[in-house]
């Protein structure tokens, strides 16, 4: 089993920046492809960021690309998501999740995190 835990969201106003944090504990992450999802009211839950097993393959949803960065540290068994120039339509609950294998794009990640806020003020 594994545990995710994030932190680190809150409220900025649009233009600023937020970085997310996903501690995990039970088992290494080391094995494990990572991703950050986000579900807005209303909304499905949808792809935000993924990084491989290893770290050195990242993939971004095209809303994000270049703006956020996502990064892992294995042996702090740490994933986090850096968001910059955040936009009211960022506004949304994020979660990390934890999946063996590859990272998709689809939720179908084996461990989820509670989720932690983020609003984004206009």
């Known amino acids: 089993q594994v545990q995710l835990v994030e932190s680190g969201g809150g409220l900025v106003q649009a233009g600023g920046s937020l970085r997310l944090s996903c501690a995990a504990s039970?088992?290494?992450?080391?094995?494990?492809?990572m991703g950050w999802f986000r579900q807005a009211p209303g909304k499905e839950r949808e792809f935000v960021a993924g990084i491989s097993w290893s770290g050195p393959r990242t993939y971004y949803a095209d809303s994000v690309k270049g703006r956020f960065t996502i990064s892992r540290d294995n042996a702090k068994n740490t994933v986090y998501l850096q968001m910059n120039s955040l936009k009211p339509e960022d506004t949304a609950v994020y979660y990390c999740?934890?999946?063996?294998?590859?990272?998709?794009?689809?939720?179908?990640?084996?461990?989820w995190g509670q989720g932690t806020q983020v609003t984004v003020s206009s």
């Open positions: 999740a934890a999946r063996a294998h590859l990272v998709i794009t689809t939720p179908k990640y084996d461990y």
């Open positions: 039970g088992r290494t992450l080391s094995s494990y492809a």
